[in-house]
T-cell receptor, first 113, second 112 residues
Framework: NAGVTQTPKFQVLKTGQSMTLQCAQD?????MYWYRQDPGMGLRLIYY???????DKGEVPNGYNVSRLNKREFSLRLESAAPSQTSVYFC????????????FGPGTRLLVL | SQKIEQNSEALNIQEGKTATLTCNYT??????LQWYRQDPGRGPVFLLL?????KEKRKERLKVTFDTTLKQSLFHITASQPADSATYLC???????????FGRGTSLIVHP
């Protein structure tokens, strides 16, 4: 099992460009999450999907959109990137949400110039 | 507002000693609390979960305590090794909540 995979590993964008971060899990988990991690700020939840077909905003959703394509895949889109979105993005999944352990991907490092 | 506090200063200890990390929370009544380990350039990895009705949980050299009166969890690593050097995150969670919240983490550095 690959667990949680993310692509790309690293990306440089110019202000105003768009991109989609891809995430997939092979653990048959119901819930999936997108976080950003900035120095001194810890992990902050951007969006989550409690189950296939549903998505909800987290703590910092502005400037992002998500799509739960199917049970395996959960993508994060930046429509018009801004320097403030420079960060490390982590995707995670869990069995039922709630008490279940979260499994994290390796992260995507995004630099917006 | 809900707040999770972990010591932002790195904890430096000598190999073989016991490391103790603290997680304090306010305006929270978590049903359980998780601890994760994060290595540089990697995603967090789950270590232990402790429920509100459990005082203590152990796994190999790891021990977690949960004091709902003090609103605090302590994370201990006994006989620490340089390979234990990492950032440790706590994540209290309300029962049935889909919204995970993480502390900012404490960096542990174990010197040989």
């Amino acid at each position: 099992n690959a667990g949680v995979t993310q692509t790309p590993k690293f990306q440089v964008l110019k202000t105003g460009q768009s991109m989609t971060l891809q995430c997939a899990q092979d653990m048959n988990h119901n819930s999936m999450y997108w976080y950003r991690q900035d120095p001194g700020m810890g992990l902050r939840l951007i969006y989550y999907s409690a189950s296939e077909g549903t998505t909800d905003k987290g703590e910092v959703p502005n400037g992002y959109n998500v799509s739960r394509l199917n049970k395996r895949e959960f993508s994060l889109r930046l429509e018009s990137a801004a320097p403030s979105q420079t960060s490390v993005y982590f995707c995670a999944s869990s069995g039922r949400g709630g008490e279940e352990t979260q499994y994290f991907g390796p992260g995507t490092r995004l630099l917006v110039l | 507002s809900q707040k999770i506090e972990q010591n932002s200063e790195a904890l430096n200890i000598q190999e073989g000693k016991t490391a103790t990390l603290t997680c304090n929370y306010t305006n929270y009544s978590p049903a359980y609390l998780q601890w994760y380990r994060q290595d540089p350039g990697r995603g967090p990895v789950f270590l232990l979960l402790i429920r509100e009705n459990e005082k203590e949980k152990r796994k190999e050299r790891l021990k977690v305590t949960f004091d709902t009166t003090l609103k605090q969890s302590l994370f201990h690593i006994t006989a620490s090794q340089p390979a234990d050097s990492a950032t440790y995150l706590c994540a209290p969670r309300s029962g049935g909540s889909y919204i995970p919240t993480f502390g900012r983490g404490t960096s542990l550095i174990v010197h040989p």
